[in-house]
C-alpha cells in the first residue's frame, strides 16, 4: 500500500516569503533610489565644474522666454523621485491618509521617509527650475545657491539610503536587518543614478570624440557596479549565516521561485551584460547604441534587485512555530515509517 | 487592576476555527473568518493546530513601526495593544513587522486590524467548546504547566499513586 510522501515543513517550495509589499513598493524604492543617485552624481559634477554636452535640445523657446535646458540631465533626479512618492501613496489601503504619516515625523521610518522625500523632491525641483528659467534676478551662478544645493545633497543621500532602511526598520525579516542593505541600495542608487546621466546625455555626439568628463563618468559607474557586486555578494552571504530564515531567504532567491528574478535580472541584465556591453562599446567609440543597451539593462537590473529583495523577505521564526515544526516532523516521521515496514516485509 | 492575556494551549485545538467565526461576527458584524483579528494555521496531514492570537507584546513591534501612532497601547485596558482605525493608513509596514504574523489587513475597511480583546470579553474564549484559549490572568498563565510538571514529578517519586 502506498503511503503519500509528506513535504517537510521546510522545504525551498514551501518557503513563505512575506507578500504585504509587492512591485509597486520596489518602484518606489527603484525611482526614489535612482532619483536620488542621479541627483547626488549630477551635483557633484557641476560643482567640479566639469562641462558636459548638451542634450538633444540645449534650450527651449516658450512665452517669449529662452528655457537654459543644458543642464536637466544632471539634475533631473527629483522628477523620478516625485514619479516614484506616489508609488508609495497607492500602496496605503487608504490613500488620502498619509497626510497622517507626514504629521507625525517622529514615529516611525515610514513618516521620516515622507519628511525626507518631501523635502528632496521640494528642493530638487526648485534647483531644476532655477537651472532652467532664464531671469537675472534668480542669480543662478552665485554662490548662495550652494546652501540649498548642499541640503538637497544630503538630503539625496538620505533618499538614497533611506529605501533600505524602510526595509531594516522592520526588524523581524532577517533579510533585511542588516546595516548593508541601506549600503547596497546606496551604491545601486549612485550606479543606477550615474547611469541615468549618461543615458539622458546619449545621441548628442559625445561619444563621436574623445570625451573626457563622460568617459570620467563611465569609469565611476564600472567602478561603481563592481562596488555593487561586492556589497551584494556580502549582503548574501552575511544574510545566509545570519539566521535561519535569511538563509531560507537567500536559498529562495538563489535557486528558489526568485531565481529568475535573480539570475536573470539581477546577475546577467544588472552587472554582466552592462559591463560587456559597455568593454565592447569601447571598441567601437562612435556606436552610441552599445551604451544605450547597457544602460537600459543596468536600470532594469537595479529594478530587479529591489523586486528580489522586497520578495525574498522571510520573517523570523519564532519559538512556537518551531515547536510546531519539531512536532509536524515527528508525526510525518512516524506516518512515514509504516511504509518502509510495509515495503520490507513485502521485499521478503 | 489585574491584567489579563489569552492563553492558548495548542494541544487542545480541534482546528474548528469557531473562535474565527465569532470573531469576525463580533468585530465586522459578517460571519466572515477571512475577516477575523486570529488565525488558525493548519497542518491537515498531521492533524496540527495552532491558533494565532495577538500576544501584546511589551516590546511590541507594530507600535514601534507604524506611521501614525495608530497602532498603540492602552495601558488601562489590560495593557493591550490595539489600532485605532481612524488613524491607520493601511500601509501594513506592521504586518511585516510583528513575527507572529498578527496584524491582519482588512479588505473592506482597507485598514490592518489585530486582537484587542473584545473589549475585555474575548469572544473566541466564549465560544471555545474545549477551551483551547483562555483569558487567565497574567500571573496564572503557567498554572497548568507547573500542574502538569508536579503530577509528573510524582508519578515520578511514586509510581504506585
Known sequence: MATENIPPMRNIRHLRPQKEWKEIIAIYLYLAGMGAGSFFIGTLISWLGVKLDPPFLSSLHLFGYTLNLSKVPIFWGPIMVAIGAPFLILDLGIKWRFMYACLNPR??????????????????????????????WLHSESTLWRIPEVIALVFALGTALYTGILLKATKSVPLWNTHLLPILFLVSA??????????????????????????????????????????????????????????????????????????????????????????????????????????????????????????????????????????????????VNPRITVHESQSH | MDQKVLVVDQQKCTGCRLCELVCSVFHTGTS????????????????????????????????????????????ESNNRVTIDKNLCIGCRTCIIACPFGHPFFDIQERVTVKCDYCDGDPQCVRFCDIKAISFLDVDKTNVAKKREAALKLRASINPSR
Open chain 1, 107 to 136: 514615529t516611525s521610518w515610514v513618516a521620516r521617509g515622507f519628511i525626507i522625500l518631501s523635502i528632496f523632491i521640494v528642493l530638487g525641483l526648485v534647483l531644476l527650475i532655477k537651472s532652467v528659467l532664464p531671469f537675472g
Open chain 2, 32 to 75: 466572515n473568518p477571512s475577516r477575523a483579528r486570529l488565525k488558525i494555521v493548519k497542518w491537515e496531514d498531521v492533524g496540527l493546530y495552532l491558533p494565532m492570537a495577538c500576544n501584546h507584546c511589551e516590546k511590541a513591534y507594530c507600535v514601534e513601526v507604524c506611521p501614525t501612532k495608530a497602532c498603540h497601547r492602552e495601558p
Open chain 1, 190 to 335: 549612485l550606479s543606477t543614478g550615474s547611469m541615468s546621466i549618461i543615458l539622458s546625455t546619449l545621441g548628442t555626439g559625445v561619444f563621436s570624440h574623445d570625451a573626457g568628463a563622460l568617459k570620467v563618468l563611465m569609469g565611476a559607474e564600472q567602478v561603481l557596479v563592481v562596488i555593487e557586486g561586492i556589497v551584494l555578494y556580502l549582503f548574501l552571504s552575511r544574510r545566509y549565516r545570519a539566521a535561519e530564515q535569511g538563509k531560507d531567504s537567500v536559498r529562495l532567491l538563489l535557486f528558489g521561485e526568485m531565481k529568475m528574478i535573480f539570475w536573470g535580472g539581477v546577475v546577467f541584465l544588472g552587472f554582466i551584460f552592462p559591463v560587456v556591453l559597455e568593454y565592447i562599446a569601447s571598441f567601437f567609440p562612435g556606436n552610441f547604441v552599445l551604451i544605450f543597451a547597457a544602460g537600459i539593462f543596468l536600470l532594469c537590473g537595479g529594478f530587479f534587485l529591489r523586486v528580489g529583495i522586497l520578495h525574498a523577505g522571510i520573517k523570523d521564526q519564532i519559538p512556537m512555530h518551531r515547536l510546531m515544526e519539531i512536532q509536524y516532523n515527528m508525526m510525518a516521521g512516524r506516518k
